[in-house]
């Protein structure tokens, strides 16, 4: 990368890729036609392919190998960054049940293999492509900014950076407070903002369909539902249904996490396809695709993500209805109706008919086992509150939840238990500066979001509704999975406004005189 950037002058540009420092190669139809390729959404389509075969037949490996070719060609053929960000979200949710890390079966059960994470041939293999992964996007991110594409400090830089310091001072000035907390913390903060800031910097954001990010999450959505119907029929939970036997929702957990992280992430994925819908003609036939991802997640069984999920659904229903215009307010309105008439049709044969209701508690016994009881929750909020008072101001950390249902942690635990609720967890673990932190965070992302909006930010926002008030219940706001997801919906946000801002033209890379 080095040696291009040093020639890069005796060609003619100061925007750097293999095609502008050896012109002859963008002559090539082979080059022309992979190039059109890692710009289109076939190629995301590959990326969530390989995400799911890796996560239903265990080829983690083999995968991550053709991720690592994929980003080669991406990062000497591609204008920026871009065509990374599908990769790093793919190889999160490539992750198989057979070889989830944190699951440890009994040895004595038949058939039963430790996870691949656990065998030091993978682990090499795995250390050397996270290794060469991080050459080239590290080199390529070197090269676009010493191009002089220069931008200006990020909107959400203050908010991130207060989070990141309350995170590393969870504990602070308490006997509890040690370098374990404070490396958990820093993989928080970065879990939440990495993504932003590399793609922040790493993007040409002029050069971005307006549609990227919903081109991304339904098709990641699409991959999460796959790989859920893949679960039933690994656990068995399919062939159980047939036989009218109930199921068990404990059994839903993936390589990445369990119904209740599976749930989340699909949550946030479902409205994608909303934005399809107010503003491309025909939109309301792209209702159907965000009423299958709303019939995935109802197969997580993740009683809030189903809730919080809808909740988000309906309020990207309600941006259609807003956004669209003409005939297409009008068919938009007309599908929402049919499909409104359908669900309650629905539910009154499930709840009014005994057959119908007995079918769907056999299916859907992990909801109707539970229906609307808290499942502990109080009382873990509760202990969360009693770990405050012990540290208000800086809290106790992230190692020290003393919730009901958790004993003592093993000294070389990683992930520690939480306390299922965004702002009882920042109490605990960070205290009253940890919150301050976060209410500037969020007050940054409501003034992004919602400043100059456009359908582009109101759909984003839809999406991270979705996980926000999911965390109302549960600890998303915290899993590494949804930070991801959180921290791109972001960077879109983000981008669109240097993309539509007038001085954006400004910024673009000139060709050198």
Same mark, same amino acid.
């Given at each position: 990368?080095?040696?291009?950037?040093?020639?890069?002058?005796?060609?003619?540009?100061?925007?750097?890729?293999?095609?502008?420092?050896?012109?002859?190669?963008?002559?090539?139809?082979?080059?022309?036609?992979?190039?059109?390729?890692?710009?289109?959404?076939?190629?995301?389509?590959?990326?969530?392919?390989?995400?799911?075969?890796?996560?239903?037949?265990?080829?983690?490996?083999?995968?991550?190998?053709?991720?690592?070719?994929?980003?080669?060609?991406?990062?000497?053929?591609?204008?920026?960054?871009?065509?990374?960000?599908?990769?790093?979200?793919?190889?999160?949710?490539?992750?198989?049940?057979?070889?989830?890390?944190?699951?440890?079966?009994?040895?004595?059960?038949?058939?039963?293999?430790?996870?691949?994470?656990?065998?030091?041939?993978?682990?090499?293999?795995?250390?050397?492509?996270?290794?060469?992964?991080?050459?080239?996007?590290?080199?390529?991110?070197?090269?676009?900014?010493?191009?002089?594409?220069?931008?200006?400090?990020?909107?959400?830089?203050?908010?991130?950076?207060?989070? &990141?310091?309350? @995170? $590393? *001072?969870? +504990?602070?000035?308490?006997?509890?407070?040690? /370098?374990? =907390?404070?490396?958990? #913390?820093?993989?928080?903060?970065?879990?939440?903002?990495?993504?932003?800031?590399?793609?922040?910097?790493?993007?040409?954001?002029?050069?971005?369909?307006?549609?990227?990010?919903?081109?991304?999450?339904?098709?990641?959505?699409?991959?999460?539902?796959?790989?859920?119907?893949?679960?039933?029929?690994?656990?068995?939970?399919?062939?159980?249904?047939?036989?009218?036997?109930?199921?068990?929702?404990?059994?839903?957990?993936?390589?990445?996490?369990?119904?209740?992280?599976?749930?989340?992430?699909?949550?946030?994925?479902?409205?994608?396809?909303?934005?399809?819908?107010?503003?491309?003609?025909? &939109?309301?036939? @792209? $209702? *159907?695709? +965000?009423?299958?991802?709303?019939?995935?997640? /109802?197969? =997580?069984?993740?009683? #809030?993500?189903?809730?919080?999920?809808?909740?988000?659904?309906?309020?990207?229903?309600?941006?259609?209805?807003?956004?669209?215009?003409?005939?297409?307010?009008?068919?938009?309105?007309?599908?929402?109706?049919?499909?409104?008439?359908?669900?309650?049709?629905?539910?009154?044969?499930?709840?009014?008919?005994?057959?119908?209701?007995?079918?769907?508690?056999?299916?859907?016994?992990?909801?109707?086992?539970?229906?609307?009881?808290?499942?502990?929750?109080?009382?873990?909020?509760?202990?969360?509150?009693?770990?405050?008072?012990?540290?208000?101001?800086?809290?106790?950390?992230?190692?020290?939840?003393?919730?009901?249902?958790?004993?003592?942690?093993?000294?070389?635990?990683?992930?520690?238990?939480?306390?299922?609720?965004?702002?009882?967890?920042?109490?605990?673990?960070?205290?009253?500066?940890?919150?301050?932190?976060?209410?500037?965070?969020?007050?940054?992302?409501?003034?992004?979001?919602?400043?100059?909006?456009?359908?582009?930010?109101?759909?984003?926002?839809?999406?991270?509704?979705?996980?926000?008030?999911?965390?109302?219940?549960?600890?998303?706001?915290?899993?590494?999975?949804?930070?991801?997801?959180?921290?791109?919906?972001?960077?879109?946000?983000?981008?669109?406004?240097?993309?539509?801002?007038?001085?954006?033209?400004?910024?673009?890379?000139?060709?050198?005189?």
């Amino acid at each position: 990368m080095a040696k291009a950037l040093a020639f890069a002058p005796l060609f003619g540009y100061n925007e750097i890729m293999l095609v502008e420092c050896i012109t002859k190669l963008g002559e090539y139809r082979a080059v022309r036609m992979l190039r059109a390729f890692l710009r289109s959404p076939w190629y995301t389509v590959l990326i969530a392919l390989l995400m799911v075969c890796a996560n239903l037949f265990s080829l983690e490996l083999p995968v991550f190998y053709l991720y690592l070719v994929l980003a080669f060609f991406a990062i000497l053929f591609d204008d920026d960054l871009k065509c990374i960000l599908p990769v790093f979200l793919g190889c999160y949710l490539a992750i198989s049940p057979r070889n989830n890390p944190a699951v440890y079966p009994p040895k004595e059960l038949p058939g039963w293999k430790p996870s691949a994470f656990y065998d030091p041939g993978f682990m090499l293999q795995l250390y050397f492509l996270i290794a060469a992964f991080s050459v080239l996007i590290v080199g390529r991110l070197i090269v676009i900014l010493m191009r002089g594409n220069k931008k200006k400090v990020p909107a959400l830089a203050l908010g991130f950076g207060a989070l &990141g310091l309350a @995170y $590393l *001072l969870a +504990g602070a000035f308490s006997k509890y407070y040690d /370098l374990r =907390t404070v490396f958990f #913390g820093a993989v928080q903060i970065l879990s939440l903002s990495g993504l932003y800031f590399l793609f922040y910097y790493g993007v040409d954001w002029d050069r971005t369909r307006k549609d990227e990010f919903a081109i991304l999450f339904t098709v990641l959505g699409f991959g999460i539902t796959a790989e859920v119907l893949g679960l039933y029929v690994q656990t068995g939970a399919f062939g159980k249904m047939l036989a009218g036997e109930a199921i068990d929702r404990g059994i839903l957990v993936t390589g990445w996490g369990m119904y209740n992280n599976v749930g989340c992430v699909l949550a946030i994925c479902a409205p994608a396809p909303l934005y399809f819908a107010a503003t491309r003609k025909h &939109g309301y036939l @792209y $209702l *159907l695709l +965000g009423v299958v991802l709303l019939g995935g997640l /109802l197969f =997580t069984q993740s009683r #809030g993500s189903i809730l919080f999920g809808g909740i988000a659904f309906v309020f990207g229903l309600v941006a259609v209805l807003v956004t669209s215009k003409g005939r297409a307010r009008l068919s938009n309105a007309i599908a929402i109706g049919i499909c409104s008439a359908l669900l309650i049709a629905v539910l009154i044969l499930v709840f009014c008919i005994p057959a119908f209701r007995k079918k769907a508690e056999e299916i859907f016994s992990g909801i109707f086992e539970h229906g609307f009881d808290d499942n502990g929750r109080w009382e873990i909020y509760r202990a969360g509150l009693e770990q405050f008072a012990e540290g208000p101001f800086f809290g106790v950390g992230f190692y020290q939840c003393t919730a009901f249902r958790w004993g003592e942690l093993p000294p070389d635990a990683f992930l520690p238990p939480r306390y299922h609720d965004t702002y009882v967890q920042l109490l605990a673990s960070g205290g009253v500066f940890a919150l301050c932190c976060y209410l500037l965070h969020r007050l940054e992302t409501v003034v992004l979001l919602f400043r100059r909006a456009t359908a582009e930010k109101i759909f984003i926002a839809v999406c991270i509704s979705a996980l926000l008030m999911s965390s109302i219940v549960d600890c998303h706001f915290f899993n590494f999975g949804p930070g991801f997801l959180y921290g791109t919906l972001l960077v879109f946000a983000e981008g669109s406004e240097l993309r539509d801002m007038p001085q954006s033209a400004a910024l673009r890379p000139q060709k050198a005189e």
